[in-house]
């Protein structure tokens, strides 16, 4: 669990000082920084998701039917107004006028906790005590902290709660998870979180809201279809 602490710490020491920042940065800076950040974002998820493309292996219509499959059970559950109302709750008890908050902290999980590191490191973590892939999402991690709070304010702190319960869980049952982490697995993983990473880049720029949320289940889509080896018969 040492990785996994350490990442949440560094979230949170990093988001106050993004936070501390924020007061000293005027609004148009500000939007200038949340554009780059976008563009940003955008640019390291579809990055992912094209490497994973060209692999080979990479199964080229797998991640679509997970994409579709996946947010259908995520608008059933409407995954993505939960986080909205649950940032809100947050927002509430802590008696905040900031409306940041359930976005900053519903942006910053998903940047955080979408992407093959987390589950890869969490997996060395666990497995084997190796919390290096971890220390290096925790400089990532940091180095975004302070820009996301620096435009969206406290509410990317929370988000360290997010990464603490979803990478240390992954972490514990690792013994239980690491047979059916292939390569394949892995990668097709690695080219879904790309593509939500790059929606969330989308949302940031405010080109189009896309409900990131609602379309996490795509990401246990590859898990399924390769261990229950769907692949015999599919694709």
């Known amino acids: 669990m040492l990785g996994t602490i350490v990442n949440a710490i560094t979230i949170i020491v990093c988001s106050l000082i993004g936070v501390f ?46 994409l579709v499959i ?16 649950l ?25 955080f906790c979408v992407g ?10 666990g497995l084997v005590g190796d919390h290096t ?7 990532l991690d940091g180095i975004m902290s302070i820009i996301l709070a620096s435009s969206m304010g406290i509410g990317v702190i929370l988000s360290s709660v997010s990464v603490f319960v979803y990478q240390g869980l992954i972490t514990i049952f690792a013994q239980v998870l690491d047979p059916f982490m292939t ?5 097709e993983i690695n080219i879904i979180g790309g593509i939500l990473i790059s929606a ?16 996490l289940p795509a990401i246990v889509i590859p898990f399924l279809y390769y261990v229950l080896n769907i692949n015999q018969f599919f694709l």
């Not at 802590?94 to 942006?107: C, E, L, R, Y």
């Not at 093959?116 to 973590?125: R, Y």
């Not at 390569?183 to 990668?187: K, W």
């Open 21 to 66: 920042l924020k007061g000293g940065i005027k609004e148009k800076y500000r939007q200038t920084i949340m554009m780059a950040l976008g563009l940003a974002v955008i640019y390291v998820g579809a990055s992912g998701a094209i490497s994973g493309l060209l692999e080979e292996g990479a199964e080229p219509l797998l991640f679509i039917i997970s």
């Open 70 to 85: 996946g947010s259908l059970i995520g608008e059933w559950i409407d995954i993505e107004l939960r986080l909205e109302k």
């Open 87 to 111: 940032g809100d709750f947050i927002q509430e008890k802590m008696s905040s006028n900031d409306s940041n908050i359930s976005k900053g902290f519903v942006s910053a999980s998903l940047i």
């Open 116 to 125: 093959t590191m987390a589950i890869l490191g969490s997996l060395e973590s």
């Open 133 to 139: 892939t971890l220390y290096v999402k925790s400089i």
């Open 183 to 187: 390569v394949d697995v892995l990668r």
């Open 200 to 215: 969330i880049g989308i949302n940031i720029l405010e080109i189009k809201k896309i409900k990131v949320g609602n379309m």
